[in-house]
């Protein structure tokens, strides 16, 4: 999916990494490989492939991500 | 001449099943109703009357079950994998938009292939291109089928809406009574239907853990054979030119609605000129008002979604005005003969490339890969260059009549 990229610096993804506890299920779940696990904890390494579907969000057992977009 | 004796006859005696009750009651060639013995050579072939035991009274026995598996849940449809000829053409009419709305299969339990204790239940959608999709993929693989009732909506969109989630997966475990059906307690739910459904709760409201699978239904006899671990690529969307092609029918029909309404009203301004309404310059200037209607339709419903990767700019609207523009190019000479004035040319180009702009960017909707933020953002900037440019080409059109 690297050929297909839409506007970049829209996606409302946060990362709270301070509450991460390093489970993995949101590299797990996202559909584009925005996430990487890096010593235990996640790490964001393509913020603009994020097309805010929200599994991450879903199941992080934390609460450590989200994502706020305006209208569905 | 050798003579064969009745009871002699090597045709009756090969064939155990066909024994017949008594002496004299049959000769070489004809056996009297041997249904009445025999359940399995009855008009009916032994399938249905397998099925039969499962048939209710206004109810009607779905093409795709095969046979019903006894569980200590109760029986349980086993599906069969390969589409028929009705499958298939059903298809190929919801991919083109035709009750595409009204497409499902009843929620609840099925299995394929010899399911049993130890088999993996693999969650899916009500949506029947979905369960089809799904039983004709994982060929040779024996599992149960846990369909949820997602209103006839595939799994991703499902789950965006919330149909596919926490709260019907775990509804489904407890009403098909899966721990009766599988000695472990897991499910395999679809990778694309985690937007809707929280693997934490569902294990703290039912007992089952949820594993992950693969995007697409066709991998999934690689992931169940790999320990049920799913590679970098099967974790990953795609947007192959046959996916954007297959898309593009329903693009088109969803696109021919509101076409219908912008060629009665392209008719209507043809006809306004010096003098009173004409029918002969609706005629005349109509149609080539609708050919440059139909070059935006294919424009912005078809070609730009099908070449998409290959149009220049990361926003669909532009990518639509540079698509529209060139083919409102091939059509230049057409207009040109057929209308005569700049103005009115230049109108139907702009209406033209307008259309094709818009339809591209509701073509948004339908990737895998569009955040809502940014097609907000689109939006906010495109929509009012669409509105203008399509009032400024109706003001030209009317203008360039007299």
């Known amino acids: ?72 | 001449m050798e003579t064969v004796p009745i009871d002699n006859n090597p045709e009756n005696q090969g064939s155990g099943s066909f024994q017949k009750k008594g002496p004299g009651l049959s000769t070489r060639n004809v056996q009297l109703m041997p249904a009445m013995n025999m359940p399995g050579l009855s008009c009916a072939p032994e399938d249905t009357r397998l099925l039969a035991a499962y048939e209710k009274p206004g109810y009607d026995l779905c093409g795709y079950v095969d046979h019903f598996v006894e569980t200590d849940a109760g029986p349980v449809p086993v599906i069969r994998p390969d589409l028929d000829k009705r499958d298939r053409l059903s298809t190929i009419a919801v991919r083109c938009g035709i009750r595409r709305h009204r497409y499902l299969v009843s929620p609840g339990l099925y299995g394929i292939g010899s399911p049993d204790k130890n088999s993996e239940v693999l969650v899916t959608a009500n949506f029947k291109l979905t369960f089809d999709h799904l039983r004709s993929a994982v060929g040779g693989v024996s599992a149960w089928i846990l369909v949820l009732d997602t209103k006839g909506v595939n799994v991703w969109c499902a789950a965006g809406k919330g149909t596919f989630s926490t709260r019907e997966l775990v509804k489904r475990i407890k009403e098909d009574s899966l721990e009766k059906v599988v000695t472990h307690k897991r499910v395999v739910v679809p990778q694309l239907g985690a937007t809707g459904v929280s693997a934490r709760q569902v294990k703290e409201q039912s007992g089952f853990r949820v594993v992950y699978g693969p995007v697409r239904a066709k991998d999934i006899p690689a992931f169940l054979k790999n320990g049920r671990k799913a590679d970098r690529s099967m974790r990953q969307v795609t947007f192959s030119l046959s996916e954007r092609f297959l898309l593009t029918p329903v693009e088109l029909n969803m696109a021919l609605k509101q076409a219908g309404i912008a060629a009665l009203v392209l008719l209507v301004l043809s006809g306004i000129g010096p003098g009173v309404f004409s029918f002969h310059r609706v005629w005349e200037k109509g149609l080539v008002a609708l050919a440059a209607l139909a070059m935006g339709l294919i424009s912005g419903a078809v070609l730009t979604p099908v070449l998409l990767p290959f149009i220049p700019s990361r926003k669909f609207a532009f990518k639509g005005i540079l698509m529209g523009s060139v083919c409102i190019l091939l059509l230049l000479p057409v207009i040109f003969s057929g209308i005569g004035s700049m103005a009115g040319a230049a109108s139907l180009c702009l209406f033209s490339v307008m259309v094709s702009s818009h339809l591209a960017m509701n073509f948004t909707g339908a990737t895998p890969f569009t955040s809502p933020s940014g097609v907000e953002k689109e939006m906010k900037q495109y929509l009012p260059v669409q509105v203008t440019g399509v009032l400024l080409a109706a003001g030209l059109w009317i203008y360039s009549a007299f």
């Open chain 1, 1 to 72: 999916m690297k050929d297909f990229r839409y506007l970049e610096d829209v996606a409302t993804l946060v990362l709270d990494v301070q509450k991460c506890i390093g489970c993995g299920l949101c590299t797990e779940v996202c559909p584009h490989a925005v996430f990487e696990m890096d010593q235990n904890k996640a790490r964001i390494v393509d913020f603009n492939a994020c097309m805010e579907c929200g599994a991450c969000v879903t199941n992080c057992p934390v609460g450590a991500v989200s994502v706020n977009p305006g209208v569905g």
